[in-house]
């Protein structure tokens, strides 16, 4: 058995209860941080073409956290307020025993200190997972789909096979779990394809979420024969159905519309056309530790240093707050021509989304 099959999680026993402010995180701008997205691995089972090179070179296993302090640092988050938590990757499905790591954090649903564990994922593994995930109190997931074209598909992901992740959203759905289709929006690649997505993911049960690409990371091409502007594609539907605004929103960055023709949700989540960030509410954790309080800033702390000086948590406390109160007010995205080099030189694989 490995090691971190084998340790032990970290139990709420042995928290530590100093709180270094005695309040939820706040940023400079007055914003509650109450949303930790955590990659649990930078390795993908897939190489999309917008967000990774083909020949990519991954982390070596010393560099990453283990099981144990990724346990450890989202429960000192959620002992500061947090409230969502998001299992991300790469794709965390392919870590070894990640499970584990569910059914250590699903005690923060039972206390009632957490309201929401999810997974995003490209449910590549989902077949494997769905049940269990499920029995860990996991509510709903994201699943990244942008075309039911099974070739397409392929040329999209490079390595995936659609019909595996077909198989997977079946079995979430059979383990009564929530599922959300995130799709990228490709000009020239999928972009006559995205309202029969709408059609298809609602007649499921399901909620779609369009997502424009970001410049995180090289990549083969250019992402400006990518860009696709959502205010293109919400008009383009326009012509099909009728979408309705509304003001529900799930912790994240998407802003929804009710597809009267479906009766389904349709989300849109514009980083480059109109960005979220007035209202953000969220910090990203790589697996290596570092701390990324914006997704379009490089400015990131280290919690890994903290949490391996250590095992009382006030250190870490001090690190996160510390990091929290350099939480930007905005990120500075930037595609076109004149700017080939991605807005921020870091894989979208690397900061879990």
Same mark, same amino acid.
Not at 57 to 70: H, V
Not at 171 to 191: M, P, S, Y
């Given at each position: 058995? /490995?090691?971190?099959?084998?340790?032990?999680?970290?139990?709420?026993?042995?928290?530590? +209860?100093?709180?270094?402010?005695?309040?939820?995180?706040?940023?400079?701008?007055?914003?509650?941080?109450?949303?930790?997205?955590?990659?649990?691995?930078?390795?993908?089972?897939? &190489?999309?073409?917008?967000?990774?090179?083909?020949?990519?070179?991954? %982390?070596?296993?010393?560099?990453?956290?283990?099981?144990?302090?990724?346990?450890?640092?989202?429960?000192?988050?959620?002992?500061?307020?947090?409230?969502? %938590?998001?299992?991300?990757?790469?794709?965390?499905?392919?870590?070894?025993?990640?499970?584990?790591?569910?059914?250590?954090?699903?005690?923060?649903?039972?206390? $009632?200190?957490?309201?929401?564990?999810?997974?995003?994922? /490209?449910?590549?593994?989902?077949?494997?997972?769905?049940?269990?995930?499920?029995?860990?109190?996991?509510?709903?997931? /994201?699943?990244?789909?942008?075309?039911?074209?099974?070739?397409?598909?392929?040329?999209?992901? &490079?390595?995936?096979?659609?019909?595996?992740?077909?198989? $997977?959203?079946?079995?979430?759905?059979?383990?009564?779990?929530?599922?959300?289709? +995130?799709?990228?929006?490709?000009?020239?690649? +999928? !972009?006559?394809?995205?309202?029969?997505?709408?059609?298809?993911?609602? =007649?499921?049960?399901?909620?779609?979420?369009?997502?424009?690409?970001?410049?995180?990371?090289?990549?083969?091409?250019?992402?400006?024969?990518?860009?696709?502007?959502?205010?293109?594609?919400?008009?383009? %539907?326009?012509?099909?159905?009728?979408? !309705?605004?509304?003001?529900?929103?799930? =912790?994240?960055?998407?802003?929804?519309?009710?597809?009267?023709?479906?009766?389904?949700?349709?989300?849109?989540?514009?980083?480059?056309?109109? /960005?979220?960030?007035?209202?953000? +509410?969220?910090?990203? %954790?790589?697996?290596?530790?570092?701390?990324?309080?914006?997704?379009?800033?490089?400015?990131?702390?280290?919690?890994?240093?903290?949490?391996?000086?250590?095992?009382?948590?006030?250190?870490?406390?001090?690190?996160?707050?510390?990091?929290?109160?350099?939480?930007?007010?905005?990120?500075?995205?930037?595609?076109?021509?004149?700017?080939?080099?991605?807005?921020?030189?870091?894989?979208?694989?690397?900061?879990?989304?």
């Amino acid at each position: 058995m /490995n090691s971190e099959a084998s340790s032990t999680m970290r139990g709420p026993e042995t928290q530590s +209860n100093e709180i270094v402010s005695g309040q939820p995180l706040m940023d400079p701008f007055g914003r509650a941080i109450t949303y930790l997205r955590v990659s649990v691995t930078d390795r993908c089972d897939f &190489r999309c073409v917008y967000c990774m090179s083909e020949d990519m070179a991954f %982390l070596p296993k010393r560099d990453l956290l283990t099981l144990e302090e990724l346990d450890r640092i989202c429960s000192v988050f959620v002992g500061q307020g947090v409230r969502k %938590l998001r299992i991300t990757g790469g794709e965390p499905l392919v870590r070894r025993d990640i499970m584990s790591l569910f059914r250590s954090l699903s005690r923060h649903l039972s206390s $009632g200190a957490l309201d929401e564990l999810t997974v995003t994922t /490209n449910g590549s593994q989902l077949a494997r997972h769905a049940a269990e995930l499920a029995a860990c109190g996991v509510k709903r997931v /994201n699943v990244s789909i942008d075309t039911l074209d099974a070739d397409k598909f392929r040329r999209i992901t &490079r390595w995936g096979d659609l019909s595996k992740v077909l198989g $997977g959203l079946d079995a979430a759905q059979q383990a009564g779990l929530k599922i959300k289709i +995130n799709t990228v929006a490709l000009k020239g690649v +999928n !972009e006559d394809e995205i309202d029969d997505l709408v059609a298809w993911a609602h =007649g499921r049960g399901m909620d779609l979420t369009l997502i424009e690409v970001m410049p995180l990371g090289e990549i083969d091409g250019q992402r400006i024969d990518q860009f696709m502007p959502l205010s293109v594609m919400r008009a383009r %539907l326009g012509a099909r159905y009728t979408l !309705e605004d509304i003001e529900e929103r799930t =912790g994240g960055p998407a802003r929804y519309a009710r597809v009267r023709e479906t009766g389904g949700k349709l989300g849109f989540i514009t980083p480059m056309t109109h /960005n979220f960030c007035e209202s953000c +509410n969220r910090v990203r %954790l790589t697996c290596t530790g570092q701390l990324f309080m914006c997704l379009g800033q490089e400015d990131a702390a280290d919690l890994r240093a903290p949490v391996r000086a250590s095992e009382d948590d006030q250190g870490l406390k001090q690190a996160i707050h510390d990091a929290i109160a350099r939480k930007p007010k905005g990120h500075d995205f930037i595609i076109d021509r004149r700017h080939a080099r991605p807005a921020v030189g870091r894989h979208m694989s690397m900061t879990g989304g």
